[in-house]
């Protein structure tokens, strides 16, 4: 149940966005950016690491939609439920590990950071770009997890097949559409 009385029971984080609109209005082009915009990384790879990322936070709610999207995009469910349990065991690509690493360490331990992990994801061939993507990725779910949690939405798992669905077909932007556009259109009253 959601913390705040203006949201509904089973609110979802598009309750808060138009709750938010004028915050968000500037926020959602630059989500799309970063999840679907040119990269060296999949739009599936950067919903894994979102996943990931989620999975560290401990964030059901955002976890389970983006790992639906991850699987939309073709990754193994399986996969992402050994990533978490165990990353050095998992059949993540070698490539991608040095960068789950990175975005984990980044997530709990921002601080810790040092050259090495950078100079890991760069010996695993992956380009600075590649990292500043990773880097956004991760910043951003670190933000959503903070809105979903901080406003006590709930996970409903019957929904993440339907939520991943979405962000793997529309991308971002699309499925907000109405509502910026209601932003727009009310923005002088």
Known sequence: MPFFRSLKQDATTRDVIEQRLEIFRHLLPANELILR?????????????????????????????????????????????????????????EKLKPVLRFAAKLTTQPSRLVQADADAVFAAGW??????????????????????????????????????RRHAELGYMTQFESLLANAGSSAGH
């Open 37 to 93: 915009g040119p990269s060296d990384l999949t739009a599936g790879e950067r919903e894994l690491i979102g996943t990931y990322v989620s999975a560290k936070n401990s964030c059901t709610y955002c976890y389970g939609g983006h790992a639906a999207a991850a699987a939309a995009f073709g990754i193994d469910p399986a996969l992402v439920e050994s990533m978490v349990a165990d990353l050095d065991t998992a059949p993540v690509p």
């Open 127 to 164: 380009s600075e770009r590649a990292l500043q993507d990773v880097i956004f990725t991760c910043a951003w779910f670190n933000f959503m997890n903070r809105i979903v949690d901080g406003h006590g939405i709930q996970a409903l798992p019957e929904m993440y097949a339907e939520r991943g």
